[in-house]
Nanobody, 121 residues
């Protein structure tokens, strides 16, 4: 069992920056940020594999950076140039390497409860 807790959500102006933190009781091979906007389906944002390989969705590529600290069991999502369409609840999740490679996030094993980010124009 892996326990995940997200923090750092809040309100930010469009064009601004914000950082999210995920604290985990342990890491597995694939860690990811997934978001769900109001009234929309859940979508992947970025993932990071055990060897540090990162993958980003096109919608955030060049604006968001995912990283992790294995010594602290933490993962961060640094978000820059935020847009109103980035408004969503952001979830931290963990699973197998296969999930990171295929981005089939519905197959993630453990999820946090999420943290809300609101971007205003």
């Amino acid at each position: 069992q892996v326990h995940l807790v997200e923090s750092g959500g809040g309100s930010v102006q469009a064009g601004g920056s914000h950082r999210l933190l995920c604290e985990a009781s342990g890491f597995t091979d694939c860690m990811a940020w997934i978001r769900q906007a109001p009234g929309k389906e859940r979508e992947g944002v970025a993932n990071i594999e055990a060897d540090g390989t990162t993958n980003y969705e096109d919608s955030v590529k060049g604006r968001f950076t995912i990283s992790k600290d294995n010594s602290k069991n933490t993962m961060t999502l640094q978000m820059t140039n935020l847009k109103p369409e980035d408004t969503a609840t952001y979830y931290c999740a963990t699973g197998s390497t296969y999930v990171c490679e295929t981005r089939n996030y519905n197959a993630m094993d453990y999820w946090g409860k999420g943290t809300l980010v609101t971007v205003s124009s």
